[in-house]
């Protein structure tokens, strides 16, 4: 069965960085895109990246456009989510998650990982 394991999150001090990992078994990784999600205690999940199959397209929220870089290693059937200039409304569990084309829904997700905590303190 598919599954999706995230890595890397952690409590970091506001201005620092973090680099989570998702690393995809059982499905053709270089067939899906990837998207990354959070949601943060009492609010609704939201989207955060994005990334086509071959990792030619990205896609960002405005909040994290420029301080947040998705990127992918087909080879290791890996996403990744590069985060720098953190700051305490970063903080969220962070989900990955698989489709045959990126986007911006986490509705439209098939396959979810469990998520990995971001805590960013001030």
């Known amino acids: 069965q598919v599954q999706l394991v995230e890595s890397g999150g952690g409590l970091v001090q506001a201005g620092g960085s973090l680099r989570l990992s998702c690393a995809a078994s059982?499905?053709?990784?270089?067939?899906?895109?990837m998207g990354w999600f959070r949601q943060a205690p009492g609010k609704e999940r939201e989207f955060v990246a994005a990334?086509?199959?071959?990792?030619?397209?990205?896609y960002y929220a405005d909040s994290v456009k420029g301080r947040f870089t998705i990127s992918r290693d087909n080879a290791k059937n890996t996403v990744y989510l590069q985060m720098n200039a953190l700051n305490p409304g970063d903080t969220a569990v962070y989900y990955c998650?698989?489709?045959?084309?990126?986007?911006?829904?986490?509705?439209?997700?098939?396959?979810w990982g469990q998520g990995t905590q971001v805590t960013v303190s001030s």
């Open positions: 990334i086509t199959w071959s990792g030619g397209t990205t």
């Open positions: 059982g499905l053709t990784f270089s067939n899906y895109a």
């Open positions: 998650a698989a489709r045959y084309l990126a986007s911006v829904k986490g509705s439209e997700y098939p396959y």
